[in-house]
């Protein structure tokens, strides 16, 4: 059975950080390019960063460049972040892709908020 499951998240004052973790099971992780994507309230989910399968190509939305971090080790996807905004308010979705597979956990909520 796939899992994908998130945690860390929660409230944070503006220019806090926060890592969330997305454990893995049922798959080969190392098979898959991974990503995170977010959804606030009355908006659309949007990709946020993403991780190829070694590792090797990373990227981000122009909104989090330079303050989110993502990596991977094993069966665990991370995000970094870094100077939170009001903005980065939302629920944060672990992704793992490959071709036509693509899996989806259940979201941890992030609220920046002073």
């Known amino acids: 059975q796939v899992r994908l499951v998130e945690s860390g998240g929660g409230l944070m004052q503006p220019g806090g950080s926060l890592r969330l973790s997305c454990a893995t099971s049922g798959f080969t992780m190392s098979n898959y390019g991974m990503n995170w994507y977010r959804q606030a309230p009355g908006k659309e989910r949007e990709w946020v960063a993403g991780?190829?399968?070694?590792?090797?190509n990373i990227q981000y939305a122009e909104s989090v460049k330079g303050r989110f971090a993502i990596s991977r080790a094993e069966d665990t996807l991370y995000l970094q972040m870094n100077n939170l905004k009001p903005e980065d308010t939302a629920v944060y979705y672990c992704?793992?892709?490959?071709?036509?597979?693509?899996?989806w956990g259940q979201g941890t909520q992030v609220t920046v908020s002073s």
């Open positions: 992704n793992a892709r490959q071709l036509s597979d693509s899996f």
């Open positions: 991780i190829s399968s070694r590792g090797t």
